[in-house]
């Protein structure tokens, strides 16, 4: 997929961590909602300065947990009671406690399946293209020492200048207009 044209958003960055998490204080008080921080490990006051703690991969498994479980119980009720009966030692067709185990099998591989597909999707992943990677400062800074704010343009919020000013304000090392 081409790149779009325009601006991305801004780009700041900052050399310790105490000062992305007062950035991202400071924009989500000014309204901001569409904004990441990037960090070289992982920075919990930044991800609740964010209030990024809401996900949806629980239900994903839940839904791909009980969808395991009705198709492991329905595919061994067709198999044994519709499909192919066998009438053994005169037992029930329908013995549910012999169910149980290929059931819990299907449950489990179900959701673990629907975990990792619903992390991938809700990721946006597999993505070949960001624009953050057009940044001069941020592919060499991001994986080592440096953490970053990008303010996105597609918040109602942004305006160029003001949310300049505002990223200026927290002092940072530089502020850079990214590009899609």
């Known amino acids: 997929m081409p790149p779009r044209e325009g601006i991305y958003g801004l780009l700041a960055e ?24 990037y960090t070289p490990y992982p920075v919990e006051e930044a991800a609740e300065a964010l209030h990024f703690h809401k996900t949806r991969v629980p239900l994903i498994c839940l839904l791909g947990g009980l969808m395991g479980l009705t198709t492991g119980a329905l595919l061994e009720i067709w198999i044994n009671v ?11 067709l329908f013995s549910w406690p012999a169910f149980v185990v290929p059931a819990y099998e299907w449950t489990i591989l179900f959701s673990g399946l629907s ?8 990721n ?7 624009p953050l990677f057009n940044a001069p400062n941020f592919a060499d800074g991001a994986s080592t020492d440096k953490f970053f704010l990008c303010l996105e343009a597609n918040d109602p919020r942004f305006d160029r200048i003001e949310t ?3 990223l200026e304000s927290c002092s940072p090392v530089s502020v850079v207009e990214v590009q899609h």
């Open 14 to 37: 900052f050399n310790t961590p105490g000062e992305l998490v007062q950035a991202t204080k400071l924009a989500y008080g000014a309204g901001f909602r569409r904004m990441e921080s």
């Open 82 to 92: 519709w499909g192919f009966p066998l009438n053994l030692r005169a037992m029930p």
């Open 164 to 166: 300049r000013k505002l």
């Open 124 to 130: 946006g992943l597999p993505q070949l293209y960001h």
């Open 115 to 122: 975990t990792c597909f619903g992390m991938l999707a809700l």
